[in-house]
Structures are given as C-alpha cells and as structure tokens.
C-alpha cells in the first residue's frame, strides 16, 4: 500500500527555534509537496519538489526552506519559527503522470 | 491564484439523503481530482475525472465536469453519518508538479 510517512504528528517549538518536517515516501515518486493548512484557508503550497536537489516555490514560501537530497525524503525547514507558523503541515507525493497525490497524515505545529 | 473553490463552504444533511458539492476553476485542465479529509488527517483521493469525461461514477459517488463553465460536481448519494468529512476539489497544473486545492466544503451527515 502506497505510504507517505511525517515523521512527527505533533510537535511544540519556542519562537526563534529551528523547525525540521520530514517526509518520506515509498512509492519512487517524482515529486513532493510541502502544504500548510489553516481553518478557512484551505490548503496553500509552501514548496514543492519535481526532482532530487530541484525545488520550486509554491504560494507561501516566505519563512520556509526545503531540501530534497535523496528521492523518497522531503524536508522542511522553518529556520526561525513564528507563532504565525503554528499551523497543520500536509507532506503529499505524486508520480510525474499527475493522475493522484497522496498525503501524509500531518503535523500539528504549536509555536510558542 | 489557480485553485480550485468549492461551494458551498458548509452542508449539514440527515443519513440517507445525497448531498451535492461543487467546484469552479480558473484554468484550462488535464483532469480534476476530488479529495476527502477526515477532521485532523491527510487527504484521501476519492475520484478522477478527465477533461474529455463529463460524468464518472465510483460506488456512491458521482462526479461530472463541464469544461465550458469551468465547473465540477460531486454528488454522494445515500449519504451515511461516516462521510461527514471535509470535501476537497485538485487541479493538477502545469507538468503535473503543481497540484492547487479549493477551500473545501465540510460535509456534516446527521445520523
């Protein structure tokens, strides 16, 4: 069965610290994708990855960083969180076919 | 912005009733793509329709599309209390690296 895995489902970091999201997904896709999702908001795309080491920004990339080094990993980086980054971060892959994407399970981030 | 809308924003119905949801889009498409969410967890792929389809069925789902208007539906028919969830429609863009999601409608069904 398909699987994209986020490494932490809830997570607490103070303002000004240095936030990793990983994502891992099982099924050799081509891309990946970074979305935040707020209430009334719907999803925004924050990055998203077509290859190894290439990346391109999505609505919202202010704030983030990403770094795709191997095909199946997908990280991102909030290098000095903000209380306005408390969020729910959807880690999503799909094949270069564009037929269907799959979606991580989520993770809940609360900055303090 | 490319995304998808859906409307309406919300919809309570009774168990057993179909309820009808909807999606307007700004660009020309390859397909589109409807998602389901249960409150707190990722989104799952529910159904695809492609741009030269107009109507699709998957079990007690029916979508259709209307390129003319820029427009999809989705209908659940016999609506049970476990589709309360919230409704997403996804148009995947360019080489298929982009995907753009509406707001979603969340879907009440009252047992």
């Known amino acids: 069965d398909v699987k994209v895995t986020q490494s932490s489902r809830y997570l607490v970091k103070r303002t000004g610290e240095k936030v990793f999201l990983e994502c891992v997904q099982d099924?050799?896709?081509?891309?990946m994708f970074w979305y935040r999702q707020d209430p009334g908001l719907g999803l925004r795309l924050i990055y998203f990855?077509?290859?190894?080491?290439?990346?391109e920004k999505g609505d919202i990339p202010e704030g983030y960083s990403v770094s795709r080094e191997k095909k199946e990993r997908f990280s991102l980086i909030l290098e000095s969180a903000s209380t306005n980054q408390t969020s729910m971060y959807l880690c999503a892959s799909s094949n270069s076919r564009g037929n269907t994407i799959y979606f991580g399970e989520g993770s809940w981030l609360t900055v303090v | 912005s490319q995304q998808g809308e859906e409307d309406p924003q919300a919809l309570s119905i009774q168990e057993g009733e179909n309820a009808t949801m909807n999606c307007s889009y700004k660009?020309?498409?390859?397909?589109l793509q409807w998602y389901r969410q249960n409150s707190g967890r990722g989104l799952v792929h529910l159904i695809l329709i492609r741009s030269n389809e107009r109507e699709k069925h998957s079990g007690r789902l029916r979508v259709t599309l209307d390129t003319s208007k820029k427009s999809s539906s989705l209908l659940i028919t016999a609506s049970r209390a476990a589709d309360t969830a919230s409704y997403f429609c996804a148009t995947p863009l360019y080489n298929f690296n982009k995907f753009y999601f509406g707001s979603g409608t969340k879907l009440n069904v009252k047992p």
């Open positions: 099924m050799d896709h081509e891309n």
């Open positions: 990855s077509y290859d190894v080491k290439m990346k």
């Open positions: 660009t020309s498409i390859n397909n």
